[in-house]
């Protein structure tokens, strides 16, 4: 933690999946007036934030989460792949509804840049994918092959487009594309349309022309700066910790590491900076893409209420999201991981059950098993608890103490399974809005 006389940085991240809400909590906590700016860390346009502000609301991609706020910096980080047509229509969509941020934005000239041909090849890999039965279910944004080329070193960087070489880059980075979509072709006979792609290159080069005028700079210098002066920032996630690259169930999880230690690279500050770890989880579970999902509800029946009840479909995609019960398996695996000691718990006053479970443990080969697992399709079956349901009379609830006795016996059973993982409540969300929030240690 943070010992110095100066400005700090507090992390934010999902704890389970994505989608649990986290512009919510974010808004919270900007409007506390501690943040000078928020940084986006890692992740693309595949992730979708919707945001409500003094009676806008916002759905989000790529732009920060502070957008709304018209005091506030947005920082774009080094580890973050950047479709830019997806950013200058945002920005142009917060100044129709009142918010010029260009003036406040500032993009790493390290970031990564999507190209033109990203979403293609995502296209590609995902139809060879499903030819093989491994699909993933991408949002098909281009966010795989743009890290591919940024860790095979010939992708491109936003700081590029400000040389000279940067049309020879941009050609033979395409060539390179196009030879691998022959192979496609080739191969499992995935093809798109030439006119297609010259349509995409020149919307592309467009936008480009666009992000040029933009506050490119070196990003670990001014984030310094503002930290040496005394300015706090609040860094974000995009998706979930459980998608993370590297300690997800891989390959179904996104391309980039979701976990906080990733804010120090995305950034370029060390980890002494850091205060707080928030964690944003639902008070059930959601998932969307491929790969197994051991908490997801058995009953499509009681499933499907749950989808219906928390408006379960995608941001980005519209897709309906697989719902389970809480699983605490898992959060204890992304707490460990993560370092997370305050947490926000969204969606409590969804509940159309009389009857909830909670997910303890996971059974593999016969027995429960005591560390998660490389692969979640090793999980033959889950151990739960039986918890009294509260249906949804909660919802808009303020006040602690008038929440439904079920619901409270739920919440302080989940309090102290997160107390003896180091993590406390920050607060209980029993709506959309921001005033549906219940501060949890009043």
């Not at 910096?73 to 945002?90: A, F, H, N, P, R």
């Amino acid at each position: 933690m943070n010992d110095q006389k100066k400005g700090f940085v507090d992390v934010l991240v999902g704890l389970q999946w994505g989608d649990e809400g986290k512009g919510k909590n974010i808004d919270d906590l900007l409007l506390s007036k501690v943040y000078s700016g928020v940084a986006r860390f890692q992740g693309g346009a595949n992730a979708g934030h919707t945001l409500n502000s003094a009676g806008v609301s916002f759905i989000g991609h790529i732009i920060p989460s502070g957008c709304l706020h018209q005091d506030m910096e947005l920082y774009i980080g080094s580890e973050v792949v950047v479709d830019v047509i997806s950013l200058v229509k945002e920005i142009k969509e917060l100044k129709e509804k009142g918010f010029d941020i260009a003036p406040r934005l500032y993009i790493s000239n390290r970031a990564k840049l999507v190209s033109y041909m990203h979403s293609y090849l995502d296209l590609a890999d995902e139809a060879y994918r499903s030819n093989t039965g491994s699909k993933i279910g991408t949002t098909a944004r281009g966010i795989g092959p743009a890290y591919s080329d940024s860790r095979a070193r010939r992708g491109l960087l936003i700081g590029d487009v400000m040389f000279a070489d940067f049309d020879d880059k941009v050609e033979k980075l395409s060539l390179f594309h196009n030879n691998l979509l022959k192979l496609y072709k080739e191969e499992y006979g995935f093809e798109i349309a030439t006119d297609k792609i010259e349509e995409s290159k020149k919307n592309w080069i467009e936008a480009i022309e666009e992000l040029k005028k933009m506050n490119i700079c070196d990003l670990s210098y001014l984030i310094h700066e503002r930290l040496e002066s005394g300015k706090n920032i609040l860094a974000e996630g995009a998706q979930g910790l459980m998608l993370d690259i590297d300690f997800g169930d891989y390959p179904n999880v996104t391309s980039s590491n979701t976990l906080p230690a990733n804010m120090c690279l995305g950034l370029g500050i060390p980890h002494s900076y850091i205060r707080n770890i928030y964690g944003v989880m639902k008070a059930y579970t959601t998932k969307v893409g491929g790969g197994n999902f051991p908490a997801r509800i058995k009953d499509e029946a009681v499933e499907k209420l749950f989808q219906d009840a928390g408006h379960e479909f995608g941001a980005t995609t519209g897709r309906p999201r697989m719902c389970g019960w809480l699983d605490l398996f898992a959060l204890e695996y992304a707490i460990k991981l993560s370092g997370v000691n305050k947490v926000f718990i969204n969606k409590s006053d969804i509940c159309p059950t009389d009857k909830v479970k909670v997910v303890t443990g996971y059974i593999k080969d016969g027995k429960n098993t005591p560390e998660f697992p490389l692969r979640l399709a090793e999980i033959t079956d889950v151990v739960t608890e039986d918890l009294p349901g509260w249906g949804q009379e909660n919802f808009g609830v303020t006040d602690k103490s008038k929440i439904s006795p079920e619901l409270k016996t739920y919440m302080e059973y989940v309090e102290n399974k997160l107390k003896n993982l180091g993590a406390e409540i920050v607060s209980v969300g029993t709506g959309p809005s921001r005033e549906h929030t219940i501060d949890w240690n009043k």
